[in-house]
């Protein structure tokens, strides 16, 4: 049985079906903290006192490290991160920018148009992720 005359609802094997994928701020800060992480000398910090208070009272801002905007198929994603000691913070900032942008477009389908990072601290190696609570 093929075509739309035994089910009106399913589509003909050559009908193209058109729809939209929508992917929630959150899974994109999720999915940029994961792509962070992926980064050698990144470690992901969260917002703490009033920026978590702030960040909580504005819409789509994150407080586990990363915040996410997202419009029709763009995101631009912001990051805050600790460098560990003594990486060059800047070329660590350039990688994590680079490897976020292909793995949020790669795996949300969205044009990335910007990943802003901050860098809120610089703990010594190795002693940033014994130290972090999950």
């Known amino acids: 049985m093929t075509g739309t005359g035994d089910n009106p609802r399913a589509p003909d094997a050559g009908t193209r079906v058109n729809g939209r994928t929508l992917v929630r701020p959150r899974a994109v800060e999720a999915v940029a903290r994961q792509a962070a992480t992926e980064v050698d000398g990144v470690e992901l910090v969260s917002r703490s006192g009033a920026r978590r208070f702030l960040a909580g009272l ?17 995101t631009a994603v912001e990051l805050h991160l ?13 990688a994590a920018r680079s490897h976020v942008q292909a793995r949020v477009g790669e795996l949300t ?24 609570v999950s």
């Open 58 to 74: 504005l819409p789509g801002s994150g407080t586990d490290g990363a915040s996410a905007s997202v419009g029709a198929g763009v």
């Open 109 to 132: 389908g969205y044009i990335v148009t910007e990943v802003d990072i901050v860098v809120d601290a610089l703990p010594p190696t190795g002693r940033a992720r014994a130290e972090r």
């Open 82 to 94: 600790a460098v560990t000691w003594p990486r060059p913070v800047a070329e660590v900032a350039a």
